[in-house]
């Protein structure tokens, strides 16, 4: 076969999976849409299980008259939703006319599976159980956030919140305290000055500042806030289960931003300048590494390529669970925060051990936010290229035909002369890596099969 069908082939042959693959990337997300639709009454069951008959009420939130097979009334069933670290938290919570919450279940989520097993472990949402609905439920000394998962659990507490100022304004006539509309912590500030630095010294190339804004991202966007980008942000848009804006500005600024600021300065400046955990890989290389070792560019480009199957299972799978947390099986909250599975921290040891020999081995080789943000950074690129060859074609077209078929010519003459470059053989340590990159894959398998396990 000459090599022009094959090249031709093996263009069309990537066009046809990757066509197959996004057909059943949307397929996926239809069918997990029609199943996950369940009856109000099977919803409402759930938060009082005697309930057999409703009446719907007006507000803002879905609020019904929960009733038992005689009619009689049980309590107030309210729907509503908040922000969590990953994107809306939807809550049922019901309150009985005396005005105390009877109960408060957790309907849909897309929290990372292992951070609301921990929130779950210190009694949440179990513990909202008759609570007095007109005092601040931060007034509770059993109700407090939990280490690791702040976010989680104050996006549970906001939703329930929400769902009973409804009921007791409108429903009991009750005085409940009010909410607050913005949520900005102090860490949010933060996470805007090192966006915004970062991004102008990006944009100015002052390398000089690079190292200190790496190690500042290692302190705030990893210990401080735990929040480096991960491919459960990404999906969690197409998904579109995405957080509001006023409960988590931050997230629009590190997610939405960056997307945004990636495509207009067709860079990925985030990898660069912001990553905490590629700071921390390329800090222990710099400082560690003693042996001159390059590995073999075919190991670096197949595991580039792996990054694509696995991101495109972890969409599969975030879709199919309706829950974009368990696509993250990156081990950045592992290293920072201290949880993660098993397969996420026989990761982060391998990634760490690797770092000494192999400048940036995740970055290069497995990080699915790095391909999605290269990818993106290259749209840019081929636009300025596309336009630059519309408009050499356009004044070609006024050359003499001579002079283009004298050019074209030469052109073939000297690219006939150029020699393919030789394959060179691996080594044995390239034959070391390449068993440790087989090893990594299969445990990033195992990372998202443990988290649809923990869910």
């Not at 840019?380 to 010519?409: D, V, Y």
Request: charged share 15%.
């Amino acid at each position: 076969m000459k090599m022009g069908n094959y090249t031709f082939l093996l263009k069309k042959g990537k066009a046809f999976i990757i066509i197959v693959a996004c057909s059943l990337l949307l397929l996926t997300s239809i069918y997990q849409q029609i199943a996950n639709k369940q009856s109000i009454l099977s919803i409402l069951q759930q938060g009082d299980p005697a309930a057999v008959n409703f009446n719907e009420v007006n507000g803002v939130y879905k609020t019904y008259e929960l009733m038992d097979a005689k009619g009689n009334f049980l309590s107030y069933g309210v729907i509503s939703s908040a922000s969590g670290y990953g994107g809306p938290i939807t809550m049922l919570t019901t309150v009985s006319r005396e005005g105390r919450i009877v109960n408060a279940v957790i309907l849909e989520n897309t929290e990372t599976p292992l951070y609301l097993k921990k929130v779950r472990g210190f009694g949440y949402p179990e513990n909202l159980k008759g609570k007095k609905i007109t005092q601040p439920l931060n007034n509770y000394e059993d109700i407090d956030a939990v280490s690791g998962a702040t976010r989680t659990t104050t996006g549970i507490k906001l939703a329930v919140e929400k769902g009973i100022y409804q009921v007791g304004q409108n429903q009991l006539g009750l005085t409940v305290p009010s909410q607050k509309h913005i949520h900005f912590q102090w860490q949010d500030g933060l996470v805007v000055l090192l966006f915004v630095v970062a991004m102008a010294a990006s944009v100015r190339n002052m390398r000089r500042l690079r190292i200190w804004l790496l190690v500042s991202s290692v302190v705030i966007l990893g210990f401080v806030t735990n929040s480096s980008l991960t491919i459960g942000n990404f999906i969690s848009i197409l998904a579109l289960k995405i957080p509001t804006f006023f409960e988590r500005p931050v997230w629009y600024l590190m997610v939405l931003g960056v997307l945004v600021v990636t495509l207009i300065l067709g860079n990925n400046f985030y990898c660069t300048w912001l990553c905490p955990f590629g700071a921390v890989q390329e800090g222990i290389y710099k400082a560690l590494n003693l042996i001159n070792y390059v590995p073999n560019p075919r190991l670096i480009s197949i595991a580039q390529k792996s990054r694509w199957l696995f991101l495109w299972l972890a969409a599969m799978l975030a879709l199919l669970f309706n829950n974009p947390g368990i696509a993250s099986y990156e081990p950045f909250s592992v290293f920072f925060d201290g949880d993660g599975s098993t397969s996420q921290w026989i990761i982060m040891g391998i990634i760490l051990l690797s770092s000494i020999f192999i400048l940036r081995f995740w970055c290069r080789c497995f990080c699915p936010v790095g391909a999605c943000l290269n990818t993106l950074a290259s749209c840019k690129q081929r636009g300025k290229k596309l336009f630059r060859n519309k408009f050499i074609s356009k004044e070609s077209s006024e050359i003499p035909t001579s002079l283009i078929s004298i050019s074209g010519c030469c052109q073939d003459c000297t690219s006939s002369k150029k020699e393919k470059p030789k394959v060179s053989p691996l080594s044995s340590s390239d034959k070391l890596v390449a068993g440790v990159i087989v090893v990594i894959c299969f445990l990033i398998v195992g990372a998202l099969f443990q988290s649809i396990w923990m869910s």
